[in-house]
């Protein structure tokens, strides 16, 4: 059975390191380091050690990756001890 990729954009596999900061419910700043999984024109999805709550917009900085986006967060989906998130930028990048 052929199951199509649903996906707008081609993603390429990337491990760089990218912070991302956010505010929570009760608007106190959060901030986390997370490993880049893949990445694309449209979004990025990251692994980290917390979760963050579906719809919240974070802030996004990766040197590396040239990237300093905002973002908002599509799922969460748990692993073990840590999280994997889709994040769908605000503004596709180039």
């Given at each position: 059975m052929f199951i199509k990729d649903l996906r707008r954009d081609d993603r390429a596999p990337s491990a760089e390191s990218v912070t991302l900061?956010?505010?929570?419910?009760?608007?106190?700043?959060?901030?986390a380091l997370a490993n880049c999984?893949?990445?694309?024109?449209?979004g990025i999805s990251v692994r980290?050690?917390?979760?963050?709550?579906?719809r919240t917009?974070?802030?996004?900085?990766?040197?590396?990756l040239k990237l300093a986006v905002t973002a908002t967060v599509?799922?969460?989906v748990r692993h073990n001890s840590w999280y994997r998130l889709g994040l769908e930028f605000t503004q596709r990048t180039a």
């Amino acid at each position: 059975m052929f199951i199509k990729d649903l996906r707008r954009d081609d993603r390429a596999p990337s491990a760089e390191s990218v912070t991302l900061s956010w505010d929570d419910s009760s608007g106190q700043a959060k901030f986390a380091l997370a490993n880049c999984l893949n990445v694309s024109v449209g979004g990025i999805s990251v692994r980290v050690d917390q979760a963050v709550p579906v719809r919240t917009s974070v802030r996004l900085r990766s040197a590396k990756l040239k990237l300093a986006v905002t973002a908002t967060v599509k799922y969460c989906v748990r692993h073990n001890s840590w999280y994997r998130l889709g994040l769908e930028f605000t503004q596709r990048t180039a």
